[in-house]
């Protein structure tokens, strides 16, 4: 993702070229970037073309989703939402939630 350079913390400063993507641990065709774990996550998810990940919650964390490039279908609960660039989702915990990828999609995850 060339248009994701840096993030600036009081502390530190993160060159996210310099992270690479790991497999994501339950679902194929997705890898992730830890960008920062603290008391708030933020990662950077890669789905490949194809890909899905399944439908899950998250017990006990808020989830926002901002899309950086690509296309995707987002299903929130029953809402179906298509994911392309600019396009931001607020996933409240214990909420089902999933994405299919229609081309490479890029999405910053934030985990609270």
Do not use: R
């Not at 790991?22 to 890898?31: A, C, R, S, T, W």
């Not at 933020?42 to 490949?48: A, F, R, T």
């Not at 989830?63 to 029953?78: A, D, M, P, R, W």
């Amino acid at each position: 993702m060339k248009n994701l350079k840096n993030i600036h913390l009081i502390n530190q400063d993160i060159k996210i070229d310099e992270i690479k993507f790991q497999p994501h641990p339950k679902f194929k065709g997705i890898y992730i970037k830890k960008l920062i774990n603290d008391k708030i996550e933020m990662l950077l998810v890669k789905l490949e073309k194809n890909a899905i990940m399944e439908t899950h919650i998250h017990e006990d964390k808020i989830e926002i989703h901002q899309v950086i490039s690509g296309e995707g279908l987002f299903k929130l609960e029953t809402k179906e939402i298509k994911y392309e660039q600019g396009i931001f989702s607020v996933i409240p915990n214990k909420t089902p939630h999933s994405i299919i990828a229609l081309s490479d999609l890029y999405i910053l995850a934030f985990f609270s």
